[in-house]
């Protein structure tokens, strides 16, 4: 009988590659990942091939004035040129407060970028048409794109437009240099668009969307200058659930609202009017008739909202849950009384320092609707939690 030989000893190093891959694979711990490929360049090579994701230190994920005014690190074109080359299977990239990064820091993404389906560039401030095209070029898989603060035009979304037409969400908040043509484009090649921001771009208003896709769900577009026709074009996919528009700077008469009383919004849950002080009763009286589903109301700061809007609200908003009327100065005690006695599905109600409104009534409220949750508070942002994936 043959006795095995003392100096056979297994080890882990003679493994084969794909089960050194599932074992890198099964790791969960971010720690027990980087020490893996610190045991050979062989594990290294490895630990390179499996990588999906990357986010500089200086990168960000909370945008706030605080945060650009930071001191970060930057990174250069040549350790991005050799982070690209190292991990050639991304999937996700962050460069967001990279505010010096030039457009030919992402000149290697037509070689390295086929793969990406995640793209953060925050406030890189340097990016421009020019270096939009090397996004346009190399990464047609694209999924997801935040271009927060880029000075980007028409031209870069156009070109990204006729190669990126996987995008499902997109963010331009703050890019001023856009225009109704450039979201024309993204909205007539990109069909499977699903959430866009476009906040604070003063050139738009809203006809750029005209006939785009009904998997448009989720729209914010914060004091943009919208106009009816343009509000028209925004629903005219018909499956838009979420929009916000807060800050409305003009007098949007229910002409402008067409297409929400003859269905169009008809799949609309969340709509967000806060510090839309122009929107009147025909407004109000238009959208709580044409919206059977709304579940969530922002109209905080809507003083232009008096006893017709608020009793339309009452008596045609079946479905709603939450109502923001936070220093609404024409909700007065006769509103705020229709509202209790309609509005059978409400369950939370913000409100504050609403001058007409009187303790004694708020109280009766309380008293008669103690199914309702009555907020002091005032929120913000209403975005449906996980609408946005930037």
């Known amino acids: 009988m043959d006795i095995p030989s003392d100096d056979f000893s297994p080890s882990i190093m003679q493994l084969p590659d794909d089960c050194l891959l599932s074992i890198f ?36 994920t909370m945008l706030s004035i605080s945060s650009l005014s930071q001191n970060n690190s930057q990174i250069s074109i040549f350790q991005l040129s050799r982070l690209l080359n190292r991990f050639q299977q991304l999937e996700s990239l962050s460069l967001s407060g990279c505010t010096e990064l030039p457009d030919s820091g992402l000149a290697l993404l037509p070689r390295h970028g086929s793969k990406l389906q995640r793209l953060h560039l925050d406030c890189c401030f340097r990016i421009t048409d020019y270096g ?69 771009c003063r050139n738009l208003t809203g006809a750029g969307f005209q006939r785009c896709s009904q998997t448009l769900t989720y729209l914010e577009a914060d004091s943009c200058r919208l106009e009816p026709n343009g509000i028209r074009s925004i629903l005219s996919g018909g499956g838009l659930e979420y929009l916000s528009v807060c800050n409305l700077t003009w007098c949007i008469h229910v002409d402008g609202l067409v297409a929400i009383s003859v269905g169009f919004a008809a799949k609309l849950k969340v709509l967000n009017f806060r510090f839309s002080r122009t929107i009147g009763d025909n407004c109000i009286m238009a959208i709580a008739k044409g919206c059977p589903l709304l579940q969530e109301w922002n109209l ?9 809007g608020w009793e339309s609200i009452a008596s045609h908003c079946h479905n709603l849950k939450t109502l923001h009327v936070n220093r609404c100065r024409n909700l007065c005690d ?7 006695t309609g509005c059978k599905c409400l369950s939370i109600l913000y409100i504050t320092r609403c001058s007409q409104i009187s303790a004694v009534a708020l109280e009766n409220f309380k ?24």
């Open 25 to 60: 694979q099964h790791l969960d711990c971010g720690c027990d990942r980087e020490s893996f490929g610190l045991t050979c360049r062989r594990w290294l090579q490895i630990q390179n091939l499996n990588r999906r994701s990357l986010q500089f230190q200086c990168a960000f």
């Open 132 to 200: 939009l095209s090397f996004v346009a070029s190399g990464c047609s898989s694209l999924v997801i794109l935040s271009l927060y603060r880029c000075n980007v035009t028409d031209y870069g979304l156009e070109a990204l437009s006729n190669s990126c037409v996987a995008l499902e969400d997109l963010n331009l908040s703050y890019c001023p240099r856009i225009s109704d043509y450039g979201i024309r484009t993204i909205s007539q090649n990109c069909r499977h668009l699903r959430a866009v921001r476009i906040s604070y």
């Open 300 to 308: 905080a700061l809507c003083h232009g909202v008096m006893i017709g």
């Open 334 to 340: 006769r509103g705020l009384q229709a509202l209790r």
């Open 367 to 390: 008293l008669t609707r103690g199914n309702v949750e009555v907020k002091e508070e005032e929120i913000m942002c209403i975005c449906p939690q996980g609408a946005f994936r930037f």
